[in-house]
T-cell receptor, first 115, second 113 residues
């Protein structure tokens, strides 16, 4: 079953603008991960944020996590045409689950950065 | 570049064929996964192997048969598939334990005719 929902489903911006994608999830988690997928390719891990972290940066990426609202956001600053891809949040099963290895992916945001 | 290698990249098979998808990683990961992804949808978990043993089967039809010959290899055997099984099949691996990054291969595009 799908754990996360993302919005918007699609986002189109001009090169140089910032892009913000949001993810909401249902159960308690110990971490949340963001992945990127270029069209027809595999997924690439971008960043992992743990439940005791509120914000994390990696290059032009900034991720926030609000466990009280069960939501996360991914901000890409100074976007480039090469950032065009689908972006997915992913969470392990709920903390009460006996297994926490596998990930459940959100519905994804298709980002298009126009040159 | 991914360190999880999947072959073949593309596969077309008839509904009566038997074929296999292969996956290999040399990162020393002891958890390996198969995901299925339809167009414009998120990946859906199919199977999880932990230390070469099947630990999770997400109610996948028996026409999909996974196999983990050793800690580096993961196969997905396909038999009597249906056209609706056409999808991108993604292999992934990670270290055991919680909170670890999962590394994905580039996927195998499967078309069932």
């Amino acid at each position: 079953s799908q754990q996360g929902e993302e919005d918007p489903q699609a986002l189109s911006i001009q090169e140089g603008e910032n892009a913000t994608m949001n993810c909401s999830y249902k159960t308690s988690i110990n971490n949340l991960q963001w992945y990127r997928q270029n069209s027809g390719r595999g997924l690439v891990h971008l960043i992992l944020i743990r439940s005791n972290e509120r914000e994390k940066h990696s290059g032009r990426l900034r991720v926030t996590l609000d466990t009280s609202k069960k939501s996360s956001s991914l901000l890409i600053t100074a976007s480039r045409a090469a950032d065009t891809a689908s972006y997915f949040c992913a969470t392990p099963p709920g903390l009460s689950s006996g297994s926490a290895r596998q990930l459940t992916f959100g519905s994804g945001t298709q980002l298009t950065v126009l040159p | 570049d991914t360190e999880v290698t999947q072959t073949p990249k593309h596969l077309v098979m008839g509904m009566t064929n038997k074929k296999s998808l292969k996956c290999e990683q040399h990162m020393g990961h002891r958890a390996m996964y198969w995901y299925k992804q339809k167009a414009k949808k998120p990946p859906e978990l199919m199977f999880v192997y932990s230390y070469e043993k099947l630990s999770i089967n997400e109610s996948v039809p028996s026409r999909f048969s996974p196999e983990c010959p050793n800690s580096s290899l993961l196969n997905l055997h396909l038999h009597a598939l249906q056209p609706e099984d056409s999808a991108l099949y993604l292999c992934a691996s990670s270290r055991e334990g919680t909170g670890n990054t999962i590394y994905f291969g580039e996927g195998s595009w499967l078309t069932v005719v």
